[in-house]
C-alpha cells in the first residue's frame, strides 16, 4: 500500500495567521484528497487535487480559504487560510492504491 | 449520491464477546464499501474492503463484513473482542470500483471493550 507521511503533525496557532499541511506519497497517484475531522466527528472531503489542474472543491470549501497545490505526482499542500477556532480540527491526506483509499497520520490543528 | 448510516455511535462490549457495527448505504451505482479503524490519535487503517466480489469479506485482526444488497448493508462483525479493539470504526461507500476516488464516510461507531 501507498505510503503517506504529512507534516507537520500538529501544529498550536494563532488566529488570523495561516498554515500549509505538506503530503507526501512514495508513489506516484493521479488524486490525492484531503480531509477535515473535526472534533469528535466524522471525516469530510475538502477537495480534490489534480496534477496539473485546479483542485475541485466541495460543497461548502472555497480555494480562497483552502488553497490546494498540486506540483508533481507525489505531492500536495494543503492551507488552511486566516484561521479561526472553528478551524481547529484534523486534517488528513488522502490517495487511491490497489482498489482502497490509504491515509495519512493527519495534522491535528489548533487554533487559539 | 451515495451516503452511510452507522446506526450506533457506540457500542459497548466485554472482552471475548461478538462484536457487530452496524451500517447501511446509498448508492445510485454499484458501490464499493470499506471498514477503516481509527484509535487514539493515530490514522485511519483499512480493515476490510468490498468491490462486488464474494459478499463475505474477511480483513484484517479477524474482523469481517457481509454485503447485503437487498438490505443495502454492510455490517461489521468479529467473533471474540479484544481490548486492543477499543476505537473509532467508520464505514465508507464510493460509488467507482477505484476507491480513492471520492468516500463518503459514516458518522463512526466508538467501540468500548470492557475487561
Known amino acids: 500500500s501507498a505510503v503517506i507521511s504529512q507534516k507537520p503533525s500538529r501544529d498550536i496557532c494563532q488566529r488570523g495567521t495561516s498554515l500549509t499541511i505538506q503530503c507526501q506519497v512514495d508513489?506516484?497517484?493521479?488524486?490525492m484528497f484531503w480531509y477535515r475531522q473535526q472534533p469528535g466527528q466524522s471525516l469530510t472531503l475538502i477537495a480534490t487535487?489534480?496534477?496539473?489542474?485546479?483542485?475541485?472543491?466541495e460543497s461548502g470549501f472555497v480555494i480562497d480559504k483552502f488553497p490546494i497545490s498540486r506540483p508533481n505526482l507525489t505531492f500536495s499542500t494543503l492551507t488552511v487560510s486566516n484561521m479561526s477556532p472553528e478551524d481547529s480540527s484534523i486534517y488528513l491526506c488522502?490517495?487511491?492504491?490497489?482498489?482502497?483509499?490509504?491515509f495519512g497520520q493527519g495534522t491535528r490543528l489548533t487554533v487559539v | 449520491a451515495q451516503s452511510v448510516t452507522q446506526l450506533d455511535s457506540h457500542v459497548s462490549v466485554s472482552e471475548g464477546t461478538p462484536v457487530l457495527l452496524r451500517c447501511n448505504y446509498s448508492?445510485?451505482?454499484?458501490?464499493?464499501l470499506f471498514w477503516y479503524v481509527q484509535h487514539p490519535n493515530k490514522g485511519l487503517q483499512l480493515l476490510l474492503k468490498?468491490?462486488?466480489?464474494?459478499?463475505l469479506v474477511k480483513g484484517i485482526n479477524g474482523f469481517e463484513a457481509e454485503f447485503k444488497k437487498s438490505e443495502t448493508s454492510f455490517h461489521l462483525t468479529k467473533p471474540s473482542a479484544h481490548m486492543s479493539d477499543a476505537a473509532e470504526y467508520f464505514c465508507?461507500?464510493?460509488?467507482?470500483?477505484?476507491?480513492?476516488?471520492?468516500?463518503?464516510f459514516g458518522g463512526g461507531t466508538r467501540v468500548l471493550v470492557k475487561p
Open positions: 488522502s490517495v487511491g492504491d490497489r482498489g482502497a483509499a490509504f
Open positions: 487535487a489534480n496534477q496539473g489542474s485546479e483542485a475541485t472543491y
Open positions: 508513489s506516484q497517484v493521479t488524486m
Open positions: 468490498y468491490t462486488s466480489a464474494a459478499t
Open positions: 448508492s445510485s451505482y454499484s458501490p464499493s
Open positions: 465508507v461507500v464510493t460509488d467507482t470500483e477505484a476507491a480513492g476516488n471520492k468516500l463518503t
